[in-house]
């Protein structure tokens, strides 16, 4: 088992446990050594069947840093369950934001091509980060 899918078994296993500095390092751990090559691994630990909301938060900062814009139609689809679920996304709003208000000329296309889409979902959510681009 390689080194990133163990500590995203940790992470994943987080939700059964009380142990919020294991999964905290575990997180730290993939950040520090997870690749491009990895963002497979991560989007299937996101997708799986019983993921939580801390995990999505924490999964969807790694698929930022590792691929920024492609993957913000992913975050939205992450905040958006976290919401029907009941959860503020707080983590995940501050950094998505905050890639977004320090690569504004790389995101302010991708929000345009969303909130031009008349079939996206994520309307909303584009808008909202759009205004970060504008700061």
Request: a negative charge; glycine letters at 6%; aromatic letters at 8%.
């Amino acid at each position: 088992m390689s080194d990133i899918k163990r500590n995203l078994e940790i992470m994943w296993n987080g939700r059964d446990s009380d142990d919020v500095d294991a999964t905290l390092a575990a997180h730290d751990r993939i950040l520090d050594m997870a690749t491009a090559a990895d963002v497979p691994m991560i989007t299937g630990y996101l997708e799986r069947e019983g993921n939580y909301c801390w995990l999505r938060e924490l999964l969807m900062i790694q698929l930022l840093l590792l691929g920024g814009v492609d993957h913000l139609e992913k975050a939205f689809s992450m905040l958006q369950q976290n919401e029907q679920e009941g959860h503020s996304s707080a983590i995940l709003t501050t950094e998505i934001s905050g890639f977004v208000e320090h690569n504004a000329d790389t995101y302010r296309p991708a929000l345009t091509k969303i909130i031009s889409d008349s079939q996206s979902p994520f309307h909303e959510e584009a808008e909202w980060l759009l205004e970060y681009c504008n700061q």
